[in-house]
């Protein structure tokens, strides 16, 4: 009987659909991937209706996928070398003809071909000329599926925290594994003495690895792919017992078996089978629909796909500051779409890049650099040259030699390109040349990582790779694949802004859009960039009859927290939230205090800190309301914004897992969900955004502030804040189209999350210890793994670092305020994602002095960071020293023993977290 197998790479859930492709009931694993059971009946039904091969006369053979999208044939004739071909598609059929083969040939042959949503491979089948078509589903002798290549992948603990895997070749070999059911990775193994060797660093005992190996077999002259096998790893010291685990864990079906229910994990999102979520319902399960995939096995190649953006300068040249902001009318046709399809992964010769455009690129100008070299200036690439033109928006690339090694292109290679989008200023409105892309490594045979450097010295003319491109490691990457590369190009001020490394294919424009709608005035309609920016006229005038500000990057300047005003300031970048004496909708004011507004209507009043109280050192404000004065009320500035769409696809459960409110394991820690009222369907929702986890998702975030920081209404929350007894709020019903909601939401989603700096330092990681040692990490929580059901693509099966657990936690009465919020008390407060504290108070400052103008290479521009430390929800804190003393409740036992600590310690935790 035939099976098709799904292949590899952590696609998500695909089961309902397979099933009704081939008949049969999906099982879900655990890993990502599935098994299958109950499939096609018989090869003929196979051969008939999906794919097959009919014997011709004259020794002709001619293979078929019945699919409207692509298909490629792979075979072997008398078990020689094998062959990969793209299939003729015509009238929803692909079609590949084998002719002059004698009677009796053997034909080894499979298929990879696209279902209109992700790559599937069918198994090995053989077909004998002069013989019917073959009902045979059993592999050739020398197929993946073979004992003999499911043999020779194996694995062992090698350390209290490592575990090696090994495979007996004298060729290249790849290995493809995922950690508690995380994303797959690809990694190339080390060749040394005939063996291929690969240790997978950083794990802990319990944790669930899920392997299989890729390699050349040299007495076939193909490459061999072994089946999954799944390994649980206890540590050196059990090793043997471990390996044991791996046999009786190997399966005859290429895809991996779940053995969630017998493995312990650390990742909380793998352990949680357990955890009932009563009556919430969860935001994505197995109906949500998926956007399309970043990666894919394509049989021939591996293909990846993403989006790219325009800049002014180079990602290394730190003297010209001219890299990470936007350009003027950076929305208009300065994105790309790019798919790198790499044939050297599976065995070939060659990595090709295709580039799609927005507009017509100038002719002479149209480069795609490859390969850094890094000698004479920092943006030397060996493999220059302007791409090949298909027409007005397509270009390719495509090489098998690596100038920078003087060699054939190897798996493992290290590949940094640069994209130029210089456009074509005749075809195109407001065309320019200098528009340079985004620098991406691309790791041959695996994927594009997020890159630091070899060293950050000043330049020397004539030295070969200076600065040259390593991968971040994997414990660095704290927001997983959307982690973006080290800044070396001194612009302290815009760590928040980037596009995630991973930004998906088609994706580019919508997020530029959405950063559009982030800037825009809803009162004027300009833009807070460039002057010259012109007019969003669609926005001008749909600010409410009262607001707080006029656009989003007001309150959320460069996407990071605001800065404390100063006292008697207006705290227009703050909301306040207020309530009556029982802490009831305030019935001349509503839920939020809104001191701007519009068409005759008053003012509800501006709020402003009229004195600080001091007590031993620490710093609390009081404040003052020019109007109607609150009974109870909550003030938050506004936060950062990056890693929100991560914090967003961490599976409820996994939260849910962490909940101790009646503190049963009596380690003084009993965080709780808030649980929340959908405002489109009226379900329970788990709270997981604001500072008291009143908001489920990050659409429902955006459409709050929407509605109450800018009088904006939308389809979500279509009625304006208005108090019982308040006059002159304004209408209802939708003012800002969906489409440009759901840009914006894509926009903030998509954000790239800084990786952690100084990560190999000695000081920086015994800070990670003592933050563990004095239980920071008890609320902090430092990981998660996101949701095979998460709709972005970016986003979905990611291993991240966020240093949260979005529980409540209640932290004393010194931190609390006079108005809870949904189930969260006035003392309860959401654990505040850590990622990213290092740098915000550079992003909240900004620069001062001109940009550029450093006279050499090796030195910064002139452009320093003026940086604005401000911690906790109301920017009390002015160091991260009086953020940790300000904890009481459920973490006054961290703060305690972080009195205790001696002073290289508690420089140590501070140097960890300035490295977040």
Known sequence: MIKPALNRVGLALWATLITCLQGGSPVWTGTGLFAFTSLVASSAVAQSSL????????????????????????????????????????????????????NGSTVEYRFTYWNGSYALETEWQTQVVGAPASSSSSAPASSSSSSAASSVCNIQATGVNAAQVTLVSGSWATLHYSVNSGGQLNVSMVQANGVNSY????????????????????????????????????????????????????????????????????????????????????????????????????????????????????????????YDHYLKFYWEQRTASVEIIDYVAKGGNKIRMEVKSEARLDDGQAENRWWYIGRNTLAEYCGNGVMNRVDDLNYWKEESWNCREGRQIQIGDKLEFEISQFLDKNAVIRGQ???????????????????????????????????????????????????????MTAEPDGHFQQMANNLNYGNGQPFVLGRRVHHTSFVDGTHDEHEDNGLFEEMIGKAGTRYINERCADCHERNGRAPVAGIGEALDRWVFRIGDANGNSHPLLGRVLQPKANGGAASEGEPSIAYWTETNGLRKPNYQFSGIQPETFSARLA?????????????????????????????????????VIDPVTGETRLGRFGYKAAAASLKHQIAAAFNTDMGVMTSVMPNPDC??????????????????????????????????????????????????????????????????????????????????????????PEM???????????????????????????V???????????????????????????YLHDGRARTLAEAILWHGGEGAGSRSRYNALNNNDKAALQAFLKSL
């Open 639 to 675: 936060p950062q914004l990056v890693g929100m769409g991560l914090l967003e696809a961490i599976p409820e459960s996994a939260i849910l897992a962490r909940e101790d409110p009646d503190d049963l394991d009596g380690d003084g820690i009993s965080g709780r969900a808030n649980r």
């Open 723 to 812: 108090g019982a007894n308040q006059i002159n709020c304004g209408p209802s019903g939708s003012e800002l189209s969906d489409t440009h909601l759901d840009n914006l939401v894509k926009y903030v989603a998509l954000l790239g999350v800084r990786g952690q700096r100084d990560y190999d330092k000695p000081e920086v990681i015994r800070g990670k210890q003592v933050f563990s040692e004095i239980g920071c990490d008890s609320c902090h929580t430092p990981g998660f793994t996101t949701s095979s059901y998460a709709p972005f693509a970016e986003l979905r099966n990611q291993p991240i670092q966020p240093y949260t657990d979005l529980l409540l936690h209640d932290l004393g």
């Open 51 to 102: 794919y097959g091969v009919s014997p011709l006369a004259g020794g002709t053979l001619e293979f078929y996928v019945n699919t409207p999208h692509w298909a490629t044939l792979h075979y072997r004739v008398n078990a020689a070398a094998q062959q990969n071909v793209t299939m003729v598609q015509a009238a929803a059929r692909n079609t590949y003809s084998l002719s002059g083969l004698g």
């Open 433 to 487: 040349d200098n528009y340079y892309g985004t620098t991406y490594l691309y790791i041959v045979g695996q994927g594009l990582v997020p890159w630091d450097v070899t060293d950050r010295n000043a330049f020397v003319g004539g030295l070969f790779k200076q600065r040259d491109s390593i991968p971040l490691p994997e414990y660095a990457q704290l927001g997983g694949g959307t982690t973006l590369h080290v800044q």
């Open 816 to 842: 609390a305020d006079s108005l809870g919020e949904g189930l969260a008390t006035g003392s309860e407060w959401r654990t505040a994602p850590l990622w990213g504290v290092g740098v915000s108070a550079c």
């Open 199 to 322: 240790t997978i660093d950083n794990l802990s005992a319990g944790d669930l690895v899920s392997y299989r190996c890729t390699y050349l077999d040299t007495g076939l002259g193909y490459a061999v792919d072994t089946e999954f096998k799944h390994y649980t790893f206890v540590g050196a010291s059990s090793s043997a017992s471990s390996a044991a685990s791996v046999s009786s864990s190997a399966t005859s079906s290429s895809s991996p078996v779940s053995s969630a229910s017998s493995s312990s994990s650390s990742v909380a999102s793998s352990a949680n089978s357990s955890v009932t979520l009563g009556n919430i319902t969860p935001l994505f399960n197995s109906s949500t629909a998926l956007e399309s995939v970043l990666q894919y096995d394509r049989g021939d190649a591996l293909v990846t796909r993403f989006s790219d953006r325009a800049r002014d300068r180079h990602a290394k040249e730190n003297h010209f500051q001219a």
């Open 844 to 870: 909240t400052g900004g620069v001062t002095g001109l940009r550029g103008q450093a006279p050499a290479f090796g030195l910064d521009g002139q452009e320093v960071c003026t940086p604005k430390e401000s």
